[in-house]
């Protein structure tokens, strides 16, 4: 069982910078890949990027590559998405999510096994 917990969401003028973070519990971290997803209010949940086990491979959807960046610290158990030049577009809520390394890291919504509950950006223009 692997509980999500982000943080670090709230509100921000276009162009500005948030970290969030997203705290796993138990000792098998390191098994998943890691993603991160957003919501718009009225639109799907779509996905915004993932995270090798390791740490060394990601991926990003088209609309956040060269802003966004995701990290990740297996010590600590927890996973990072810096967001960069942020646009009003970019105002949703924003979830993490885990899947495991059997999967692939390529974090797809329907193969995830934990989500995290959801933290707000909003980005105002």
């Known amino acids: 069982q692997v509980q999500l917990v982000e943080s670090g969401g709230g509100s921000v003028q276009a162009g500005g910078s948030l970290r969030l973070s997203c705290a796993a519990s138990g000792r098998t971290f390191s098994r998943y890949a890691m993603g991160w997803f957003r919501q718009a209010p009225g639109k799907e949940r779509e996905f915004v990027g993932a995270i090798s086990w390791s740490g060394v491979r990601t991926v990003y959807a088209d609309s956040v590559k060269g802003r966004f960046t995701i990290s990740r610290d297996n010590a600590k158990n927890t996973v990072y998405l810096q967001m960069n030049m942020l646009k009003p577009e970019d105002t949703a809520v924003y979830y993490c999510?885990?899947?495991?390394?059997?999967?692939?890291?390529?974090?797809?919504?329907?193969?995830?096994?934990?989500w995290g509950q959801g933290t707000q950006v909003t980005v105002s223009s």
């Open positions: 999510a885990a899947q495991s390394t059997d999967r692939g890291f390529y974090v797809k919504a329907e193969l995830v096994e934990y």
